[in-house]
T-cell receptor, first 110, second 114 residues
Framework: RKEVEQDPGPFNVPEGATVAFNCTYS??????FFWYRQDCRKEPKLLMS???SGNEDGRFTAQLNRASQYISLLIRDSKLSDSATYLC???????????FGTGTSLTVIP | EAGVAQSPRYKIIEKRQSVAFWCNPI?????LYWYQQILGQGPKLLIQ????????DSQLPKDRFSAERLKGVDSTLKIQPAKLEDSAVYLC????????????FGPGTRLTVL
């Protein structure tokens, strides 16, 4: 079983739409969680960390559900510039093992 | 602040040849990572260094891949001999002090093995 699983999409949504991605993880002892963004043929960049209580950064909201072992990313009022691949990252409790999901592709359509 | 530097940006070789990639992390970052990203997949961690010591290399194919970070600063990843399935982007990342810190990625080296 993979450490981290994501729906690869693609998700094609109109501008202004709300879209949500989920990511499930297999190791219940995982301690840290992140969402990274990767533009086409570019390197990944940190979008936001995911805190136990959930956190928000502008149009982006990240949540963690430890009981069901998944994290989510919600994007409100989608912009064309949000088109990218969104990678979830799960860090093992040792802090040394980083597992990236396969990424979810988002295209925001005018 | 300068980011993570990698070279070369692109490399094309034939199978069974050798290749080396270089990475210079952000100044002051103790932790350095090498990832392999195959098209359509997420990055897979190959090796993690803390200063000049290896923290995790459990997913490094040690029969053909090697990496070093001798002085705890820049690092080299080598493949010898290369196989077709090694075609991928090799990403280097660094973080301030491992663990749960943000990782900063370099632009990657795109390797094509023919």
């Amino acid at each position: 079983r993979k450490e981290v699983e994501q729906d690869p999409g693609p998700f094609n949504v109109p501008e202004g739409a709300t879209v949500a991605f989920n990511c499930t993880y297999s190791n219940s002892a995982s301690q840290s969680f992140f969402w990274y963004r990767q533009d086409c043929r570019k390197e990944p960049k940190l979008l936001m960390s995911v805190y136990s209580s959930g956190n928000e950064d502008g149009r982006f909201t990240a949540q963690l559900n430890r009981a069901s072992q998944y994290i989510s990313l919600l994007i409100r009022d989608s912009k064309l510039s949000d088109s990218a691949t969104y990678l979830c990252v799960v860090v093992a409790n040792t802090g040394n093992q980083f597992y990236f999901g396969t990424g979810t592709s988002l295209t925001v359509i005018p | 602040e300068a980011g993570v530097a990698q070279s070369p940006r692109y490399k094309i070789i034939e199978k069974r040849q050798s290749v080396a990639f270089w990475c210079n992390p952000i100044s002051g970052h103790a932790t350095l990572y090498w990832y392999q990203q195959i098209l359509g997949q997420g990055p897979k961690l190959l090796i993690q260094f803390q200063n000049n010591g290896v923290v995790d290399d459990s997913q490094l194919p040690k029969d053909r891949f090697s990496a070093e970070r001798l002085k705890g600063v820049d690092s080299t990843l080598k493949i010898q001999p290369a196989k077709l399935e090694d075609s991928a982007v090799y990403l280097c990342a660094s973080s301030l002090n491992g663990g749960y810190n943000e990782q900063f990625f370099g632009p990657g080296t795109r390797l094509t093995v023919l």
